[in-house]
């Protein structure tokens, strides 16, 4: 049997798939990944999934592609070449699973499953009902496994995150013990000031850490500026596999509610979370690692999904001083090394 896993937005989203796309695995011949330009290089790094399709949902990705008779029939060749037994979609609380599963059907999929607060007719033939088969407020993982499970799935007994195919080491982290910091967000709204990024970093230094500074090829202004005189820069130098065994390597990572988040989680590393409320800790802290989140999850933006701060100041992480994250990182460490004697 055949199953195609769908999970159509990024890197973070994928990650906390991954315990869902395990119990789909268990009980599967094959498991194929549909995933988002962004997401596909996470799914590659699953265990349990193999091969994965890329395809850009114009109701996902942002900016929005046009849906057209032809972005339609890409999907509809790239399902061809996988022609599964059963489809798996893996959605969050704001998105529905039927413009998908419309699609699923146009291609022949036999059995879907999904969840969806609306009315799918012929679209699901498995559906959940979000509120009345399960609660909203869960974590994104385990929302992902109870979707697998009405699939007929059921979860792994280590619902952890996990990953495959990590270099033991990178080359490009230093040699002996380092924290890492990551200062760049998926949007704005989730982002700490880079200034208070620059202190942060000055001040483990000062307490005697070596501090690795991270990010994207997109981000190495930012790293560069943040790394300053006291940091060592690496933006830019890694793909997501190659992050995921420097962050691997770390005692803690201090990084905010994206992706990098979720890959610390993923390879077992505690993790100083700058959370913005723009969406739910609840939801989207890191996942089954020792986690401090920090950030005001009471503020006015709380829940308003917004990617760039509707608030003057941007409050919610910005009263968030260095020193208290430097603090929340040492403590993390100390905990961690206590756990292990």
Known sequence: MRVLVARLDSVGDVLLSGPAVRAVAAGADEVWMLCGPQGAPAAALLPGVDRVLTWAAPWIVSPAPAFTPESARELLTVLDDCRPDAAVILTSFHQSPLPLAALLRLAGVPRITGASVDYAGSLLDVRLKPGEDFPEDQPEAIRALRIAAAAGFAAPADDRLALTGIPERSSAAPEGRYVVVHPGASVPAREWPAAHHERLVAELARRGNTVVVTGTPAETALTARVAGRHGIDIGGRTDLRELAAVLAGADAVIVGNTGPAHLAAAVGVPVVSLFSPVVPAARWAPWRVPCVVLGDQDA????????????????????????????????LIAESEGALL
């Open 300 to 331: 006015a933006c709380r829940g308003s999904r917004a990617r760039d701060c509707p608030i003057a100041g941007h409050p919610c992480l910005a009263s968030v001083q260095p020193s208290e994250v430097a603090d929340a990182c040492e403590s």
